[in-house]
């Protein structure tokens, strides 16, 4: 394959070039794990780097029967305020993604979906870990109460698609999994003309 060249499978091509040396668990965190990983460069040189190993999460984008995108409001202790985002949690050991994906949207925000449709795959930070993200549209939602962990606080907000658009373009939502998976959401799922335009609204 040339330089510049596009393959079929570049987006998760193996590149026989590195090769991986060793791998050694550095650190062991409350849920995650950090990992030297030791690589032979293409050059011959050896390069060492931190991976930090990821359990996986679902993503929920949950749409009501109206219409509406069903957001978050969670303090997010990193960035010492809170943040607006779609519903997500971590997989459990051996968990199908699907099964997480039902469970925190019921847990986070009280609502029961009655289809879950897989989207897309997300690896939201690949510079440094193997996280990956498994994106879903939940529909036909039934209200019910939120079963929070210890600790969480949630507030529940539902928002139309024109206002969710806002939000992102205003920068109220930052997070990257939110906005990509929103963005995502609107370009190849609402393609019905459900989503008022600029112009329109």
Known sequence: ????????????????????????????????????????????????????????????????????????????????????????GLLEPGEDPQVTARRELIEETGFSPGSVKPLLVLHPAPGFSDEKMYVFLAEELREGEQDLDEGEFVEVHRCTPQQVRELIRSGQITDGKSIAALLWYFTFEMTNGTLVSEEEG
């Not at 965190?29 to 780097?49: C, F, N, Q, S, W």
């Open 1 to 88: 394959m040339t330089q510049g060249e596009l393959s079929p499978l570049l987006g998760g091509r193996k590149d026989s070039r590195f090769e991986r040396v060793s791998e050694e668990p550095v650190y062991q965190g409350v849920r995650y794990r950090m990992h030297r990983l030791t690589e032979r460069l293409p050059d011959g040189k050896i390069a060492e780097r931190d991976v930090l190993r990821h359990p996986g999460a679902a993503v929920i984008v949950a749409v009501d029967g109206d219409g509406k995108i069903v957001l978050i409001e969670q303090h997010r202790p990193a960035l010492g305020h809170n943040l607006l985002e779609i519903p997500a």
